[in-house]
Nanobody, 123 residues
Framework: QVQLVESGGGLVQAGGSLRVSCAAS????????MGWFRQAPGKEREFVAA????????YYADSVKGRFAISRDNAKNTVYLQMNSLKPEDTAVYYC????????????????WGQGTQVTVSS
């Protein structure tokens, strides 16, 4: 059974940095995209970033481009999201997810999801 476990969320001041991690287990994840989504209170879940299996291709939402960086370590089945220059509007529950190679990585076409980790940015 595939499991995704996020960690690293917390409270940070505006302008600060935070790195969240997501460890996958229970499957073979070759040729899978790994992605990050977020959901703020009262809002729909939205795409944040995604990365191809090789790590050579990355995708970002316009709202985080230039501030966030996604990376992965296939030996550890782990994906990371480095978040810099954080803003109060980045406050949300952050979810990681895994999608097959034929998925559109910036959409919700993901097969497995984590339980989420809270990121709160104070002004």
């Amino acid at each position: 059974q595939v499991q995704l476990v996020e960690s690293g969320g917390g409270l940070v001041q505006a302008g600060g940095s935070l790195r969240v991690s997501c460890a996958a287990s229970g499957g073979t994840f070759s040729n899978y995209y790994m992605g990050w989504f977020r959901q703020a209170p009262g809002k729909e879940r939205e795409f944040v970033a995604a990365i191809s299996w090789s790590g050579k291709t990355t995708y970002y939402a316009d709202s985080v481009k230039g501030r966030f960086a996604i990376s992965r370590d296939n030996a550890k089945n782990t994906v990371y999201l480095q978040m810099n220059s954080l803003k109060p509007e980045d406050t949300a529950v952050y979810y990681c997810a895994i999608a097959g190679a034929l998925a559109r990585p910036t959409t919700n076409e993901y097969d497995y999801w984590g339980q989420g980790t809270q990121v709160t940015v104070s002004s």
